[in-house]
C-alpha cells in the first residue's frame, strides 16, 4: 500500500473528507485529488501536517504499521509542555530519575 493510499484509507475510517482535509492541513484539494488520481504521494514537507490531523505518528503513515507494531517511542511536538517536560527529564542526572520515578509510582498509587 502507497503512502497516499494509507491517508486516504485512515481518513474514510476517520469520515474525514477530502474538503475537510485539505481545510484541517492547509493542502490545496488539488493536490490532495492529484494523490489518488495519479497515485503520488505526498512530500516530507507535509506529512507532520497529515499526522497532525489523522492523529497517527509518521511511523503509522509511512510504513503502514500502527503504533502498537511499530517502534517503542513517543512523538511530542518541540515548544510544547511534553516536550518541556521530557527535556527537563533528560537533563537530570541517574540519581535525580531514580527519585523521580519513585514519585511517579506513589503518584499512581
Known sequence: MTISERI???????GIS?????????????????????KTNPGADKIMAI?????VTPYEILSDMTQEAGPDCLYVSK?????????E?????SQQKE??????SAIKE
Request: proline share 0%; net charge positive; with cysteine.
Open 8 to 14: 486516504f484509507k485512515i481518513m474514510d475510517e476517520k
Open 18 to 38: 477530502q474538503i475537510e482535509f485539505s481545510r484541517l492541513t492547509g493542502i490545496s484539494q488539488s493536490t490532495i485529488s492529484d494523490w489518488k488520481r495519479k
Open 51 to 55: 499526522c497532525k490531523v489523522l492523529d
Open 79 to 87: 515548544g510544547t509542555e511534553n516536550y518541556s517536560f521530557l527535556v
Open 89 to 93: 527529564i533528560d537533563s537530570l542526572n
Open 99 to 104: 527519585r523521580l520515578k519513585g514519585y511517579l
